[in-house]
């Protein structure tokens, strides 16, 4: 648990989500500023700050199953999503807390901007 980390505390529940999905070690849930209909966020409860410095190479392909898991609850298997890693400055990174967005009820443009 990282201090004054917003993910962090949505983690260990300390700030309370509805749980879209969660397991022992991820947790989905919406985002506060949604930038399509469907707009969740899941990460791992373990501080990561970008996905530069995670060490477990299995962490991803957990968290992507927890991805799946999401997509899976929010119904957007059938007409796709897009899931999205920001890192740092120029990607766009605001939370320091690794997340995958997972974006879905529309047709997202390609490139974004
Ligand atoms: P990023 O810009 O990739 O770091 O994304 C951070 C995302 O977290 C943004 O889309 C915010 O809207 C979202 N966010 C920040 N605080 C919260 C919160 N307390 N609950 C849900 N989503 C949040
Ligand atoms: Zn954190």
Redesign the pocket.
């Known amino acids: 648990m990282s201090e004054n980390c917003?993910f962090c505390k949505?983690a260990s529940k300390q700030?309370p989500?509805q749980p879209i999905f969660e397991n022992e070690e991820f947790i989905a849930?919406?985002?506060?500023?949604p930038q399509a209909p469907a707009h969740a966020?899941v990460i791992p409860k373990n501080h990561v700050e970008t996905i530069m410095d995670f060490e477990d190479e299995g962490l991803m392909g957990r968290a992507l199953k927890a991805v799946q898991e999401t997509a899976k609850v929010l119904n957007l298997t059938e007409e796709g999503f897009r899931t999205v890693i920001?890192c740092r400055e120029n990607g766009?990174?605001?939370?320091y807390h690794l997340?995958f967005?997972l974006l879905g009820g529309r047709f997202m443009q390609w490139p974004p901007g």
């Open positions: 917003i949505i700030i989500v849930f919406y985002d506060l500023n966020l920001n766009g990174q605001t939370v997340h967005h």
